[in-house]
């Protein structure tokens, strides 16, 4: 029915809210919340509502160094573009002269793709 992965303390709660609901005619917001503390939820809500609910990587935080942002970055980017769309990209710039622009993008295509390689639990080999 759900479509969306998610992590099973929050499937968990997913699933309450969906139940409470289907239970009421009418439900307001702190009358959901009183029903989902009374299944048992109150763990799962007070880390919805705590101020941050994800932890966020090393890379995104606010003390994180230029350096590993930037790295942070390349390492998104593999992801959502896909190893082959990266070394597409790559061949396309090889082929090219290489003035400053070009080797800078070139230097972070290489990058994203170093970084999906040193990741193990990403298997980005879909789209190859």
Not at 116 to 125: C, K
Request: charged residues 25%; negative net charge.
């Amino acid at each position: 029915m759900h479509s969306i992965l998610l992590p099973e303390w929050l499937d968990r709660l997913r699933k309450s809210i969906f139940n409470a609901l289907e239970a009421h005619d009418r439900l307001d917001t702190a009358a959901l919340i009183t029903q989902l503390h009374a299944s048992g939820m109150s763990d799962s809500l007070a880390r919805v509502f705590k101020a941050d609910p994800l932890e966020l990587p090393a890379c995104a935080r606010d003390e994180a160094m230029p350096a590993d942002a930037e790295k942070g970055w390349w390492y998104y980017y593999g992801l959502l573009h896909g190893r082959a769309q990266l070394a597409a990209e790559i061949a396309k710039l090889k082929a090219r002269n290489l003035d400053t622009d070009t080797q800078a993008l070139l230097i972070g295509y290489r990058r994203a793709q170093l970084a999906l390689d040193a990741d193990p639990d990403n298997d980005t080999s879909i789209d190859d």
